[in-house]
Nanobody, 123 residues
Framework: QVQLVESGGGLVQAGGSLRLSCAAS??????MGWFRQAPGKEREFVAA????????EYADSVKGRFTISRDNAKMSVYIQMNSLKPEDTALYYC??????????????????WGQGTQVTVSS
């Protein structure tokens, strides 16, 4: 069993930056990812990283602005978010897979989810 706890969300002005963290407890997860859900919208993929951190992928909407990383010794995954836009406002969730080794944008391949951390970007 893996438990995930996100932190680092908050209120920031457009153009600003935030760094979200997700700490896992239990066994070291395989692929890990970030998803987000804005009010009235469906959950969407943001970024994912494989077990070895050798591969990562991003949603087109965040490419060049967000960077995902992980520290397996700390069983943690991070996402550095720069040049934030009001449309990035959402509840951000960390997710972890127990069976998929490489990064994946498919939420169905993740077995564990955090409670979410709110990111609000003001214009």
């Amino acid at each position: 069993q893996v438990q995930l706890v996100e932190s680092g969300g908050g209120l920031v002005q457009a153009g600003g930056s935030l760094r979200l963290s997700c700490a896992a407890s239990g066994r070291t997860p395989y692929a890990m990812g970030w998803f987000r859900q804005a009010p009235g919208k469906e959950r969407e993929f943001v970024a994912a990283i494989g077990r070895s951190a050798s591969n990562a992928e991003y949603a087109d909407s965040v490419k060049g602005r967000f960077t995902i990383s992980r520290d397996n010794a700390k069983m943690s995954v991070y996402i550095q978010m720069n040049s934030l836009k009001p449309e990035d406002t959402a509840l951000y969730y960390c997710a972890a897979s127990r069976g998929v080794f490489t990064s994946t944008p498919n939420p169905d391949e993740y077995d564990y989810w955090g409670q979410g951390t709110q990111v609000t970007v003001s214009s």
